[in-house]
């Protein structure tokens, strides 16, 4: 097979699929996927599995067992790194191991390590090609891009909602909205996030798992928060995020200044609970961020409700929309909106999607993108 741009493509989506065998596994650290290529087909493929574990080149050269033949060519999704970690540098592993050229994805998001391994890699004389289908081996790392340049959690909203942004009828109605096919593919976003947030009135109302279920796999169950601010949930302490499996994988997120008894008697069930300030005002969901920093937890999936959503939103705290649309119409003013409160006058005052994306699940349209609040 020749050199070229559509062949080194081929060979990198053959890499993004292997990067992806280890997906939400990988955290903090990002998924990369490596595979060597002699001869116009793949000898050997390495993935980063988890994080402290061999990086993607080093487990792709190790799974090869020999050295390269002077055609082969090592893809990678991610550009090697070229620091001592908890591993070597890779930009060292392919130098010594001699290979003569490198095709490379996305470039190192880190502004301190962005271009390194290129120029590192050049000056040892090998052929480096870089950016094939970049944009598309950067939207694998979503979570791992935002945190390593921001060094705050990556807050994504995900809604399920008719064409005219209802979320549930006037009756609180919600199952379903969206039809298998986009349910499941939530399921796969639940499995890349290390944690998922909801609002009492959804866990009252819905009695939802949290959890991640995905053909062929175990249950995943991630972080789980459920923020409750007036402690509504004290009197639904049957709901299964505090009664099942990962009972312990729960943290209820609510104010300070909270009725105490209310708050005892959560506490003597047994549940974790994240005591917030409210004052001054906004502090409340910024030291939310704050104890996901400590706790590493570099992304969080939030589900609603709207009033969870809502809140976030008016402070300008989500960083990316989930937004999955059944072709259904409830035109109904009563019915629950996915979002609410704004006070929004002209067309300029819209918050919009940066680099948005389409995909059809069944009948459902998911859009998807990074939110663009405009300037106050």
Known sequence: MPLDSDTDEHFMRHAMAVATRAWGDTHPNPMVGAIIVEQGRVVAEGWHQRAGGPHAEVAAIK??????RYDATIYVTLEPCCTQ?????????????GFRRVVIGAIDPNPAHAGRGVALLREAG???VHGVLAEQCADINLIFNHWIVNQAPF??????????GKIATRAGHSRWVTGEEARADVMRWRRLFPAIAVGAGTVIADDP???????????????RFVFDRRLLLADHLDRQVFN????????????????QSRLHRIKDHGVTIWELPTDPPNIFYKVFQKKCINQALTGVLIEGGC?????MLSECLLDYLLSYRAPKLLADDDALPAFRGLNTSEMAEAITLEDPQHALFGQDVLTRGYLNYPEA
């Open 307 to 311: 009033g969870l959503l809502s809140d």
């Open 155 to 164: 807050l994504a909203a995900k809604v399920a909602m008719t064409l005219d």
């Open 126 to 128: 090998l052929e480096v």
């Open 209 to 223: 798992a949290l959890t991640a279920r995905l053909p062929d796999a175990e249950i995943y169950c991630p972080t």
């Open 85 to 97: 970690g908890r591993t070597g540098p890779c930009t060292d592993a392919i130098i010594e191991r």
């Open 244 to 259: 099942d499996n990962w009972r312990h994988r729960t943290i209820l997120v609510t104010e300070t200044e909270s009725n």
């Open 63 to 68: 799974a090869q067992g020999h050295r390269p």
